[in-house]
């Protein structure tokens, strides 16, 4: 088996094929709804991430109906986490999750408002990125249970390459915090 890899490998190199290493990646997404059939809308996100070719869904958190975040008084979301992996760039998977939101009907990018669908970038891997469009790992991921809960269905162990602390152990402070 060795021996046939090997062989592979070498005839690829002539060829000028480079062989992707299988790496584990730590890549996930937030996705939130709260206006028209909200559990819909984020079966229709999944089902268009699935059909790019570059995008694997490696796991589904459940899904929690979880109160907005904000002053203006909305309806209830409806919230999930993917664990994925990708070959995309960082940048890329955030094109590709805004053109799923606009195929879905998102209009706009505004914060605290109500929409049809929000898909981001929670974390990818363990890069920090602070771009004028991108900013990972998500800002407040650390600070909102909307995205806690459904990380520690995935990953309970990942640490917040900022924080420096487990999922676990920053939803028990969240949750001792509040109690």
Not at 103 to 118: E, F, V
Not at 158 to 169: A, G, K, L, R
């Amino acid at each position: 088996m060795t021996q046939l890899l090997t062989e592979i490998s070498i005839k690829a190199g002539k060829l000028g094929i480079k062989l992707a290493k299988q790496i584990e990646q730590d890549i996930f997404l937030g996705l939130g709804s709260n206006l028209g059939n909200k559990q819909a809308q984020i079966y229709s996100a999944i089902a268009q991430l699935k059909q790019n070719p570059a995008i694997r869904i490696i796991e589904v958190s459940k899904f929690y109906k979880t109160e907005a975040v904000s002053n203006d008084e909305q309806p209830p979301y409806i919230n999930a986490a993917l664990k994925i992996e990708t070959s995309l760039s960082p940048q890329e998977l955030l094109k590709v999750t805004q053109d799923v939101e606009k195929k879905l009907g998102r209009t706009g990018k505004s914060t605290n408002k109500s929409r049809l669908i929000d898909i981001d970038i929670l974390f990818y891997n363990n890069h920090i990125i602070c771009d004028e469009d991108l900013i990972i790992p998500h800002p407040r991921a650390h600070e909102r249970e909307f995205v806690l809960i459904p990380m520690m269905d995935l990953s309970r162990r990942f640490e917040h390459p900022m924080v420096d602390e487990s999922i676990e152990t920053i939803y028990k402070r969240i949750v001792s915090i509040s109690e």
